[in-house]
């Protein structure tokens, strides 16, 4: 990209601001920095940012509260939520209040600028029709024609199964909640019946990894839901 993505991070802790905005701008990125909720809305009305990196426990207004309010202003802006700990409940909140993604801390960098780079491109990419076709790794599906290949080799897939897949991969790099695959694949009265979505993805994994035990497709998010691995 000859145009560097700027990214806004928003952290009330000094030390850890510091060390992304030192990180991340050696790694090819126009860092912002805010230190808490109310800044960061000042900064977005002057400033037109391609994400934001949103700590999740800050003073004032909360990194929930703050993730609605962008999300209400700023439609469509990329939110990676940071946690100090992997807390079910406020990963769930997070990406109901608009989230596009999360890191828990301590996180890698590579894992943090890979879920950036991620969302940044799925921003700014050409609008039309959604994909008919996806491919990852040896897996295309093929929603025109309801085909699930993998190598080449046609999978039969039951209909749950297809469904589920395909709803996956539509969101591939990001988690997708157990409640809303649950509500997108079997209807809203199904939203707690996660045995429902157990079987399936195991099923699932049968078909399309080398090693179900193992997956390098379909990925496990505790407590959260599942996430498709992106390309």
């Known amino acids: 990209m000859n145009q560097k993505s700027k990214v806004l991070v928003v952290e009330d802790d000094a030390g850890i601001r510091q060390s992304l905005f030192e990180t991340l701008g050696a790694l090819g990125f126009a860092v912002g920095e805010a230190h808490n909720g109310e800044e960061a809305l000042v900064q977005l009305r002057m400033v037109s940012y ?20 962008i999300c209400q202003t700023f439609p469509g802006l990329p939110i990676i939520m940071l946690t100090v700990r992997d807390d079910e409940e406020d990963i769930v909140e997070s990406l109901d209040a608009g989230a596009f993604d999360y890191v828990t801390k301590p996180f890698q960098i590579r894992e943090l600028t890979a879920r950036l780079r991620s969302v940044i491109r799925r921003r700014h990419a050409p609008m ?104």
Not at 50 to 69: E, F, Q, S, W, Y
Not at 129 to 145: H, K
Not at 189 to 199: A, C, F, G, I, T
């Open 50 to 69: 391609d994400a934001v990196l949103l700590d999740i426990n800050m003073p004032g207004m909360g990194g929930k509260d703050t993730c609605r309010r």
């Open 128 to 231: 039309g029709e959604p994909d008919l076709i996806s491919i990852v790794g040896d897996i295309t599906l093929d929603a025109n024609r309801r085909l699930v290949e993998k190598k080449g080799e046609q999978i039969h897939l039951a209909p749950k199964e297809y469904e589920t897949l395909r709803c996956l991969m539509e969101h591939a790099g990001r988690p997708v909640k157990h409640e809303n695959l649950l509500r997108s694949i079997w209807g809203p009265p199904y939203s707690n019946e996660r045995e429902y979505l157990r079987v399936v993805i195991n099923q699932l994994r049968k078909k399309i990894e080398d090693d179900p035990a193992h997956p390098i497709y379909i990925l496990t998010e505790s407590h959260i839901g599942y996430r498709f691995r992106e390309e």
